[in-house]
């Protein structure tokens, strides 16, 4: 069963449907995640894992149930006022600008004065400093001269989680951060979204299990649009239902059948 709101639920989606041509990509789910809290999103391919991140920020809308944040329904706000209460999504493709350095992207984002005159002006010394942090924060201070072009895949990651963090968000959408990263990379992101739950509360897609195991934090599992268990990693590798549908594999796997579904999962 889905966790219930409770006093500390930063986000509450509550019995929400999504359709798509009346295919029905979400159906009556319903999450509740608490304040200061890491929580992981898998399942299988089509489960709904990024329809759910894009109703979340409002680029998807319900034809039932809400979405609250904070205590207010925001599933009927326009997107950009709901960035604006500190809802940010990290696609799964990096988003910096190429051309700047690592300091430059980060001093870009930590602007208080976005308008085109303010991006002109000299960054204030509390602007430097904030860039110096997330830089410290993502482990990329020794790479704050480099152009964003010239760093390593999980770099540029990291770089983009820091432009994200930037804006102090509330909640963090993380869309598999480690993609395409060596171990060692995946291991150092696990230690950045450590590092992130507490002040931030932070919901990640991933396939890849070690990551997920790495991540050691409660887990919802979707299928078919819908929460089909939550639970610790240890306990939804036992359970055969998973197994079969976000592995793929039949309970009966003896007899030989395969399933088509969750082929890229590495568990
Ligand atoms: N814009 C759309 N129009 C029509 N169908 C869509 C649209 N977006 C998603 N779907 C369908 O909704 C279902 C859920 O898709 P979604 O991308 O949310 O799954 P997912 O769990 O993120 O999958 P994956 O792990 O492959 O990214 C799928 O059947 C998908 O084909």
Redesign the pocket.
Known sequence: MPSEPTAETLLDVRDITVS??G?K?ITSLSLSVPKGSLRVLI?P????????LDTIIGKVRPVSGEVRFGGEVISKLPEHRIAGLGICRKFQAPGVLEGLTVRQNLLLTARKDKGVLGILKAPTAAEQERADELMRLTGLTERADVLAASLAHGEKQWLEIGMVVAADPQLLLLDEPTAGMTAQETAQTAQLIHTLAGRHTVLVID?DMHFVELLNAPITV?HQ?QVFREGDLDTLRNDPDVMEIYLGRPKDAESGAQSSEGTHARA
């Open positions: 798509f041509d295919f990509a399942g391919n089509g489960a709904g894992k990024s329809t759910l396939h979707l649009g």
